[in-house]
Structure formats: structure tokens, C-alpha cells
């Protein structure tokens, strides 16, 4: 359950907002920092954003590779399938 942070802030007219520096500390934001924007519902969450392997899906061990992100289970899987070829 998403728990509110007691803070209000207007969408400027390029609708930006400005996430107060406690928030930014406490979640270890800083300027320049990609974020992903996700929506749940009539909710939208900010995160941190965490490259995700596009085979299974995990943020363990995650390296780019020809601009997609790969985590290493993955590689080692290939690899194994390659060998057997």
C-alpha cells in the first residue's frame, strides 16, 4: 500500500514537478538520475530506474549489450546453448 508523503506540488505548464530534496535524499536521487514513470490504476509511481534483463526480467547482475540490457544467468544460458550447436 503507498504510503503519502504529506507533500503537495503543482504541475508546472510544461508539467513538470519538483520532488522535494528530503524525498530526493531519502531515495537516494540525484539530479541527472534516470527515473521511470510507471502507472498502477489511477496511480503513477516514480522509480528509480533499474535496467532489467529482456530475456527474464531480472535487475541482478545486468550488463548493456548492444544497447539491451542482459543479466548474466542469461549470458551463461546462451553460452551453454551455443556450445551445444
Do not use: W
Not at 513538470?16 to 530526493?24: A, H, Y
Not at 498502477?40 to 541482478?60: A, N, T, W
Amino acid at each position: 500500500m503507498m504510503k503519502p508523503a504529506g507533500v503537495v506540488r503543482k504541475v508546472d505548464q510544461l508539467g513538470r514537478i519538483v520532488l522535494p530534496k528530503s524525498l530526493r535524499k531519502r531515495y537516494q536521487m540525484n539530479e541527472g538520475d534516470p527515473v521511470e514513470i510507471l502507472v498502477q490504476g489511477d496511480h503513477i509511481i516514480l522509480e528509480r530506474y533499474r535496467p532489467k534483463c529482456v530475456f527474464c526480467g531480472s535487475m541482478e547482475n545486468v550488463s548493456e549489450f548492444k544497447e539491451r540490457y542482459i543479466c548474466g544467468v542469461c549470458v551463461t544460458e546462451m553460452n551453454l546453448l551455443k556450445a551445444r550447436a
